[in-house]
């Protein structure tokens, strides 16, 4: 089995599109979602979906770590995303849980804190 940072960004992030999409919400806003997280603009998002990078390169060559997602909290795989010790690992579990808030119609500001 692959370590989560060995996944390609460009396989997942259909995953997140169709859960999202399943429950009414824009690729528009996922899109934003990790732009938030993230620092990228929709032209290094697209170069990150084209040229396969690992969520490992992914999150290494993020431009703008968000400070604030220190502030998401919660639950994801029946462990708090808040107690993850692997820093990777938090890093796309912060992602997960964004995308879960999205999914489930958390209200959008709340989802980007701060």
Known sequence: M?????????????LYLAKIEKKGKSKDQLDQIIEWLTGYDQKGLGGALADGRSFEAFFEKAPDMNPNRR?????????????IE??????????????DE?????????????
Do not use: M
């Not at 502030?71 to 107690?83: A, H, P, S």
């Not at 692997?86 to 995308?99: A, G, H, I, N």
């Not at 959008?108 to 804190?113: A, Y």
């Open 71 to 83: 502030l998401i909290k919660g639950v994801i795989c029946g462990v708090r995303v808040e107690e």
């Open 2 to 14: 692959k370590h989560i940072g060995e996944y390609s960004f460009a396989e997942i992030y259909p």
């Open 102 to 114: 999205l999914a489930r119609g958390k209200k959008f500001e709340n989802i980007l804190r701060g």
């Open 86 to 99: 692997d820093p990777l690992t938090q890093e796309v579990r912060y992602l997960d849980k964004l995308v």
